[in-house]
């Protein structure tokens, strides 16, 4: 005699298809609409870390993903708590980032279309908030197909071109009863198996080849793409065959590692890197947009020849018009075209070259801003090489972004596209949770206490995260763009709490330093041995580097 199915919910759902997905960890804030998910989450193996607030949910889920290549996973409830998540998710969908952002909605059967009842945390439309910043919007309808939703928001959030997901589900789904039999059905796929890497049209790669076979100055330019298609061993196999220099973005360090002879070590903000693009005669970029922020507002010229390598082909055209387009996966499409070049001479003296411009780069940095130079020796000094650095939207952030020797990909976290001042610590957090190595964020004063109640969730999860603060009495970039106007310190200079005793209220290990120096960088090297959350403080300022806007050579 055959046994009934058991009953299950919606909730339920939701959580077996992220299991199946390889969901891990899942950060969020409970609310009256989404008990039904935490229970369900209380019984599984996926770590559900609580945080303080719902805009730390979608940065860490960010953190989380940037670190590990892997779907990040925040959860919200209903109308402010998934409102909350926006200036989150729109840094998240301006770096590329892979989120998933399930949030409630009031109950189904409330909703009458196109009218505001007042229900609580009502939203006229909650979903369309998120339109701008994600990539597909979902919501569920019926009971029986939250786990199908959730495994395919996944797959939208992991294939190319990766952005967020957003999933609405009325909290009365989450806890309406459904079969087993749906469980079984809901998304069997997962969600975790993205499609095939797309090959390169045959075609369009010969062209392409061709262009860069009758090149005497090639420039390879990579970008995230290049990095989340894990197309660094080709990149670097085709740079070497060219004896093609490679310019990374700020999204692609770590791409090819320090010492490569074909990586430049310097950004191009800087006219000896600058120049290369300049003298080169075709440019071959790779998983990139050549955003405003990497080609200082578009005053790089348009090259002679462009091949562009991207998912997208919107994308890889908005701003430089290529002479050849190749629709591709990016680890695919270069592969395939170290394949057809062959292998020039000459690759020792390009290695000769990019060295001896390292090194005047820093010899004159060592001049212009020896403070900021000590603080990139120190933190290359003290991090190991597994170790990653999450940076804010602060003079040391933006140093790092520039200059960091950065080890390998996904070692470098630096805000793209929004730019969201205070972010660094929260994503620092999911980062730390990704289990790729010692995680340090790197915060303004200001920045910092945008979500210094995280110091919270940090204590009780037991988070091994190093936040280091650079307080240096308020918005120091903004002070800097006041004194190039000859504006008055008006809104710049702040009233700051003790960072060493609030984090130590909390139950965190604190200290504090003066200067970016030796004592900076002993202190951080302890912290780091430490493997537990702690704060670093250090007084210091620093003058702007050279790769943001009021320092940009090309005017």
Known sequence: MSRAPTAVNGAALAVAALERAGVEVAFGLPGVHNLALWRALGESPIRLVGVRHEQTAAYAADGYARTTGRVGVALTTTGPGAANTLAAVGEAWASRQPILVIATDIPARLRRPGVWRGVLHEGTDQAAMFAPVVKRTLRVSNADEVGRAVADAVAEALSPPQRPVYLEVPTDLLGAEVDAEAEAGGGAAAGAATSAPLEPDDERLERAAALLERSRHPLIWAGGGALQAGAGDAAAALAERLVAPVILTYSARGLLPPGHPCLVEAPPHLAEAGALWDEADVVLAVGSDFDGMMTQGWKQP????????????????????????????????????????????????????????????????????????????????????????????????????????????????????????????????????????????????????????????AAQERIPLTAVIVDDGGYGMLRFDQDLKGDPHEGVDLHTPDFVALARSFGVRADIVDGLGEDFEGMLGLHLRMREPTVLVARAALRPPPNVSPRWYRR
């Open 302 to 457: 348009q090259p002679p020849h462009l091949i562009a390598v991207n998912v997208d082909p919107a994308d890889a055209a908005k701003n430089y018009l290529p002479d050849v387009l190749l629709e591709a996966d990016a680890a695919a499409a270069t592969a395939a075209l170290a394949g057809r070049i062959e292998p020039r001479g000459g690759l020792d003296a390009l290695a000769h070259r990019l060295r001896d411009l390292s090194r005047r780069v820093r010899a004159e940095l060592r001049t212009s801003d020896p403070e900021a130079l000590a603080f990139l020796e120190a933190i290359e000094r003290a991090l190991p090489p597994d170790a990653a650095l999450v940076c804010d939207m602060c003079i040391p952030g933006y140093w790092l972004g520039g200059f960091h020797r950065t080890p390998a990909p996904r070692r470098l976290s630096y805000p793209l596209g929004w730019g969201t001042l205070g972010c660094a610590f929260p994503q620092g957090l999911g980062a730390a949770l990704g289990g790729t190595g010692p995680v340090v964020s790197i915060s303004g004063d200001g920045g910092f206490l945008y979500a210094c109640g995280e110091l919270a969730t």
